[in-house]
């Protein structure tokens, strides 16, 4: 979907709207590993570091937010919404695999501005909790299911993942950080860059 088509799809339905999560959430951290070289891929896959999601999914985030600090802790995300045409750059990069990457034929639940990427860090040190694996690790440590023998790491991950399933969302069978929001059935994909959501 095309920038045109996006702004009178906002107008027909305002939950259809792509939000600015940092300006959104308050106390929210970004990461964007995808605005720098820092990530599996080694290239720079977007020139702005922002984060985006669907009204609705922003909302539920809010609410995660609140819950989690709550318990001393805030969201720090590494991506939001992605272009459809990140999508196929990651694929290309993958050569196929899609155990880690989505399909591009089908689109991502990234590419609807329905899925968080995410980690929590603790409020009074602003360090990342310790969890099974880094960010993207195409490892089976990775899975939600996956055994951890370290219990503070697996009481991090079992309180991401349960605030997180409170709140709207599902964690992704094979990464402890994928999230994606229940009803992004609802969205469609697109293919539109941070610069041209911010003209
Ligand atoms: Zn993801």
Redesign the pocket.
């Known amino acids: 979907m095309k920038f045109e088509e996006y702004k009178k799809s906002v107008k027909a339905n305002a939950d259809n709207e792509l939000v600015n999560l940092k300006d959104f959430i308050p106390g929210i951290t970004l990461d964007i590993l995808y605005a720098t070289t820092n990530n599996f891929t080694d290239e720079k896959i977007y020139n702005l570091a922002r984060a985006y999601a669907r009204k609705p999914v922003a909302e539920a985030l809010k609410r995660a937010q609140l819950d989690f600090n709550k318990l001393g802790y805030g969201i720090k995300i ?2 939001g919404y ?1 272009p459809y045409s990140a999508t196929v750059k990651f694929y290309e990069v993958m050569k196929g695999d899609t155990t880690y990457v989505a399909n591009p034929y089908k689109g ?3 590419n609807r501005g329905c ?3 995410m980690s929590l860090i603790d409020l009074k040190t602003k360090l990342e909790l310790k969890m099974p694996t880094e960010y993207d690790a195409p490892v089976m440590e990775s899975w939600p299911t996956a055994p951890v023998s370290d219990p503070v790491v697996r009481k991090n991950r079992d309180t991401i993942i349960s605030v997180m399933e409170r709140n709207g969302f599902k964690v ?1 069978t094979t ?1 402890w ?3 994606d929001f229940i009803g992004w059935d609802k969205f469609v994909v697109m293919n539109i860059d941070f610069e041209e959501l911010e003209k």
């Open positions: 590494f991506d992605r991502s639940r990234h899925a968080i990427d992704y990464e950080w994928h999230f």
